[in-house]
């Protein structure tokens, strides 16, 4: 007789802005206010490109919009705004996505390892890690802990599965946005897209659902 623990996944590997958490929107409330602050109005178009990215790219988009050419200091200084600001905002109150929160135990009390893979900064992602629960976590990798091979390049998932001591393409990566998911995809990993506020095209080892209700680890067996 097979073992039925055989097809489990050997890690699962979670999102937070937008999978997790509903903070795409309050990261809205500092990028519109900066993008102000300079002078100019953040299109929704550059809005969503930033969906999924770290903040060095995020800046460089920013900037980009309202028509200026940053110095590095202007860089900096931005993202030095940029991230008080968010702090604040999160410290107000973070949403949860609809079923995340039940998922994420449903998973954890399964036994099967887990990290947290974020494009968030570690200060942030600690703030965030308050509403979340670090315990629910056995790794976290965070957006300023890649060496700048952010996603949508593979690498915060191939360290996340490194530091689990598992492999990339034997774990189930949680998504929301096109960046993210090609990270994950990327890494090896089977994806369970749930998207949020970009639409995520269909593509290779990846399979959608509507909302994280209902998830646990048989639902990820399956995929």
């Given at each position: 007789?097979?073992?039925?623990?055989?097809?489990?996944?050997?890690?699962?590997?979670?999102?937070?802005?937008?999978?997790?958490?509903?903070?795409?929107?309050?990261?809205?409330?500092?990028?519109?206010?900066?993008?102000?602050?300079?002078?100019?109005t953040l299109s929704l178009e550059t809005r969503e490109r930033m969906v999924g990215t770290n903040v060095p790219t995020t800046m460089r988009l920013l900037f980009a919009d309202v028509g200026i050419e940053p110095s590095a200091d202007d860089l900096a200084d931005g993202a030095a705004w940029i991230s008080r600001r968010t702090e604040e905002v999160f410290r107000a109150g973070l949403?949860?996505?609809?079923?995340?929160?039940?998922?994420?135990?449903?998973?954890?009390?399964?036994?099967?390892?887990?990290?947290?893979?974020?494009?968030?900064?570690?200060?942030?992602?600690?703030?965030?890690?308050?509403?979340?629960?670090?315990?629910?976590?056995?790794?976290?990798?965070?957006?300023?802990?890649?060496?700048?091979?952010?996603?949508?390049?593979?690498?915060?998932?191939?360290?996340?599965?490194?530091?689990?001591?598992?492999?990339?393409?034997?774990?189930?990566?949680?998504?929301?946005?096109?960046?993210?998911?090609?990270?994950?995809?990327?890494?090896?990993?089977?994806?369970?897209?749930?998207?949020?506020?970009?639409?995520?095209?269909?593509?290779?080892?990846?399979?959608?659902?509507?909302?994280?209700?209902?998830?646990?680890?048989?639902?990820?067996?399956?995929?």
């Amino acid at each position: 007789m097979s073992d039925p623990a055989a097809s489990n996944p050997l890690g699962v590997l979670w999102d937070m802005d937008g999978t997790l958490l509903d903070s795409e929107k309050l990261w809205d409330i500092p990028l519109y206010e900066y993008a102000e602050k300079l002078g100019g109005t953040l299109s929704l178009e550059t809005r969503e490109r930033m969906v999924g990215t770290n903040v060095p790219t995020t800046m460089r988009l920013l900037f980009a919009d309202v028509g200026i050419e940053p110095s590095a200091d202007d860089l900096a200084d931005g993202a030095a705004w940029i991230s008080r600001r968010t702090e604040e905002v999160f410290r107000a109150g973070l949403p949860w996505r609809p079923g995340a929160a039940e998922a994420l135990r449903a998973v954890r009390a399964s036994g099967v390892p887990m990290a947290l893979v974020t494009s968030t900064e570690r200060a942030l992602t600690e703030v965030a890690l308050d509403t979340i629960g670090r315990d629910l976590f056995d790794v976290t990798v965070c957006g300023d802990e890649v060496d700048g091979l952010n996603k949508p390049l593979p690498e915060p998932y191939l360290k996340a599965a490194r530091l689990l001591g598992v492999d990339a393409a034997s774990c189930v990566a949680i998504e929301d946005s096109p960046t993210g998911v090609a990270a994950a995809v990327a890494a090896g990993c089977t994806v369970l897209v749930v998207p949020c506020d970009v639409e995520v095209e269909a593509g290779e080892r990846r399979i959608f659902r509507d909302s994280l209700v209902g998830v646990d680890l048989d639902v990820l067996k399956a995929l």
